[in-house]
Every structure is written in structure tokens, then in C-alpha cells.
């Protein structure tokens, strides 16, 4: 069966660093991956598609990258802030219809 | 604004008992989901629902049941709650086709079973 694993569980870093998360899966050829942003007690909420045929997506300071021979997507969020402290969550399209989810990296920017 | 409403957000159950999750959506969407998440497992999907009446397994359905009689209502039962059902429970809705398969999520479900 298809597996999603995020890096790590968490991830610590000094304001205005850059944030790298990173999202392998295998056993899987998605058509697209998703990442969200998931606060405390609320539910995710989506950031950024890229798709098989994209190399990278920009949305302001995040940045996207989608690897299909490796099979791995890389979030970067430049400068990052305190504000961008969260979890962020991979997912990855299955059968067209739903998407599957990595367990998340929770990022902690410190000031 | 695009909004997934859920019923209740705390909820606390006894083993045994019948558990309605009701959730509802107000975008149109076609497709509606059921997801529980859990520390270190992340989201996993229990079932979905691309019609009205109609419903998918997701990865793990075992324990669960769903209804979809009204487009905008997706309703998570769980038949006779045990303890390993204690979670987050999260409804979600996303168009058929043309939006990439963007999930837009409901606050959660937090239940509990004693």
C-alpha cells in the first residue's frame, strides 16, 4: 500500500531562517500533492498544489517542489515568523477522488 | 466564505453507545469525507462520499458507518463506540472536478469514549 512519511515530527528554527519540510511517499505516482497548515484545535487549511508535471510552485514565501523520480515534495517557507509556527501536512492525490495524508511536521519558529 | 460545519466539538461517549458525527457543508461540493486523526498517525480516511447515497471505504471503515441523504449532509455513526475510537474526527468537501481536489475542513470532532 501507498505510505507518506514527513521528515520529522518536529522542527525548530530562528525567525527569518528558511523552513524545509520534506514529504516522501512510495509504492504511489500521484497526479498531485497538496500541502496544508493545521493550528491548534482547528482543522487543516490548504496552501499550495503542485502538480506531477510541475517542478516548482511559488505562492509569496512558501515554495513547492515536487520530485517524481525521487518521489519527494519540498515546502520551504523563506523568512520564516513566529505567526508561520504550526503543523504542516503533506497529501497526496489517491483514485482522483480523495487525498492521503502524511502524520505532519510541526514547525516552531522562535524570535 | 467556503464553510464545513460539525455538529459538536467535544463530545464524550460510554462504550456501547451509538455516536452520530453530523457534518454539513455549504459550498455545493460533490464529495464529502470522513478523516480521523490521531498523534503520529496523522489523517486517515474512514470513508467518503462522491453523490448523495452514495459512499466509498476509505482505509479504515472498520467500526464505522456513514449516510449521505442531502448533498450538503455527511453524517460519521459509529455503531457502538469502543475506547479505540477516541479521536479527532474531521469532515472535509472538495468539488468533483476543476479545484485539484482542495479540501476545505471542518473545525473537528473531538470524542471521547470512556
Known amino acids: 500500500s501507498q505510505k507518506i512519511e514527513q521528515n520529522s515530527e518536529a522542527l525548530n528554527i530562528q525567525e527569518g531562517k528558511t523552513a524545509t519540510l520534506t514529504c516522501n511517499y512510495t509504492?504511489?505516482?500521484?497526479?498531485?500533492l497538496q500541502w496544508y497548515r493545521q493550528d491548534p484545535g482547528r482543522g487543516p487549511v490548504f496552501l499550495l498544489l503542485?502538480?506531477?508535471?510541475?517542478k516548482e510552485k511559488r505562492k509569496e514565501r512558501l515554495k513547492v517542489t515536487f520530485d517524481t523520480t525521487l518521489k519527494q515534495s519540498l515546502f520551504h517557507i523563506t523568512a520564516s515568523q513566529p505567526a508561520d509556527s504550526a503543523t504542516y501536512l503533506c497529501?497526496?492525490?489517491?483514485?482522483?477522488?480523495?487525498?492521503?495524508f502524511g502524520a505532519g511536521t510541526r514547525l516552531t519558529v522562535k524570535p | 466564505d467556503v464553510k464545513v460545519t460539525q455538529s459538536s466539538r467535544y463530545l464524550v461517549k460510554r462504550t456501547g453507545e451509538k455516536v452520530f458525527l453530523e457534518c454539513v457543508q455549504d459550498?455545493?461540493?460533490?464529495?464529502m469525507f470522513w478523516y480521523r486523526q490521531d498523534p503520529g498517525l496523522g489523517l486517515r480516511l474512514i470513508y467518503f462520499s462522491y453523490d448523495v447515497k452514495m459512499k466509498e471505504k476509505g482505509d479504515i471503515p472498520e467500526g464505522y458507518s456513514v449516510s449521505r441523504e442531502k448533498k450538503e449532509r455527511f453524517s460519521l455513526i459509529l455503531e457502538s463506540a469502543s475506547t479505540n475510537q477516541t479521536s479527532m474526527y474531521l469532515c472535509?468537501?472538495?468539488?468533483?472536478?476543476?479545484?485539484?481536489?482542495?479540501?476545505?475542513f471542518g473545525e473537528g470532532s473531538r470524542l471521547t469514549v470512556l
Open positions: 472535509a468537501s472538495s468539488l468533483l472536478t476543476g479545484s485539484d481536489g482542495e479540501l476545505f
Open positions: 459550498m455545493d461540493h460533490e464529495n
Open positions: 509504492n504511489y505516482s500521484p497526479a498531485y
Open positions: 497529501a497526496l492525490e489517491y483514485n482522483n477522488n480523495d487525498m492521503r
Open positions: 503542485i502538480r506531477e508535471n510541475e
